[in-house]
């Protein structure tokens, strides 16, 4: 039985996600439009944060599951009246939206907005708390790729403090067997937060060649207040990926980002084009893209519908 709200990969049993993942494969191996799980439903989609992966591959998730979109954005809703999010979400529901589909800037609120309506309520990124559809797509692609993830190590670089994707998968690749080592500068990766049983490091050059998985995070310049980092350019100098860096790998190291990337922060250009021209199988990123909207569809198929695969 599935909880009636994806907030949190916590909520979920390892059965459950396995559910969800054979789902996805069984999307993606047909890749018809004319699914018709979602056909008769409404899903609204209320976004007050930027998106482009992860909202268009839910709408695009709705339409091949057969259902229809409603849009809700900041600036052409009541919120610039005075309305609260608390009321707009009721006000959904009462309009006939089968689903919500919500991402927003402040953490804690999902839990407390799930709780005023009957209608499932998915994460599409709750500030820099959770963001389980992608920690979904991250272990399938990877499974996808035939990596099993028991042994495995992950390393993990960027902007910790910031990251919702990293908070989901504190959760998701210990639970499927993998290490997990997060880092960064003090100012972005504080010891407090890094939990029970993962590693840490303020040295890239120390842990990358233990990595099976490198996986980078953008630094989240919308969130961060003055001072956390000198600059962008130190930052790239100090945990960027760069050729030198990507020599410290082992050969059949991959590379994985919840996106978007910013070239010459995170990851170099040349490397970028290196990897895709030579070694299109260890750059994971578009493959991420394109699992999102499988893995979503599942989500979507399963809560809402109910089926068994």
């Known amino acids: 039985m599935f909880p009636k709200d994806m907030l949190s990969l916590e909520d979920f049993s390892r059965e459950a996600l396995e559910d969800i993942f054979q789902r996805a494969a069984y999307f993606k191996q047909k890749n018809p439009d004319n ?14 944060e930027p998106s482009t992966r992860t909202r268009l591959s839910f709408e695009m998730a709705v339409h091949k599951l057969g259902g229809k979109v ?9 919120e610039q009246k005075g309305e609260s999010i608390d009321d707009t979400v009721k006000t959904l529901q009462s309009i006939g939206a089968d689903a919500l589909i919500f991402r927003h800037r402040t953490p ?3 839990n407390r907005v799930a709780s005023l309506v009957d209608i499932p309520l998915i994460s599409g990124g709750e500030g820099c708390y959770q963001h389980p559809t992608q920690a979904l797509l991250d272990i399938f692609t990877l499974r996808e790729k035939g990596i099993d993830l028991a042994g ?39 010891q407090e937060l890094v939990p029970p049983g993962v590693d840490y490091s303020y040295h890239l050059e120390d842990v ?5 998985i490198i996986y980078l995070l953008r630094v989240q310049k919308e969130r961060q207040e003055k001072g956390l980092i000198p600059s962008l350019s130190e930052y790239s100098a100090l945990y960027g990926l760069n050729e030198e860096r990507m020599s410290l790998l082992k050969q059949e190291a991959c590379l994985m980002h919840p996106g978007p990337v910013n070239q010459g922060i995170e990851i170099s250009a040349i490397v970028i084009k290196n990897l895709e021209q ?30 068994s695969v």
């Open 35 to 48: 699914f018709s799980s979602l056909k008769g439903k409404t899903i609204a989609l209320s976004f007050w």
């Open 70 to 78: 409603v849009r809700v954005t900041p600036e052409l809703s009541s």
């Open 108 to 110: 804690g609120l999902f």
């Open 152 to 190: 495995k190590q992950v390393v993990m670089v960027g902007d910790i403090l910031h990251s919702r994707v990293a908070r989901s998968h504190f959760y998701a690749f210990p639970l499927f067997g993998a290490g997990l080592t997060l880092v960064g500068p003090p100012s972005l990766l504080p």
């Open 208 to 212: 990358l060649p233990g990595g099976d």
């Open 278 to 307: 030579f070694y299109p199988d260890r750059i994971l990123f578009q493959d991420q893209v394109q699992n999102g909207v499988f893995v979503r569809m599942a989500v979507l198929d399963l809560l809402l519908a109910g089926r």
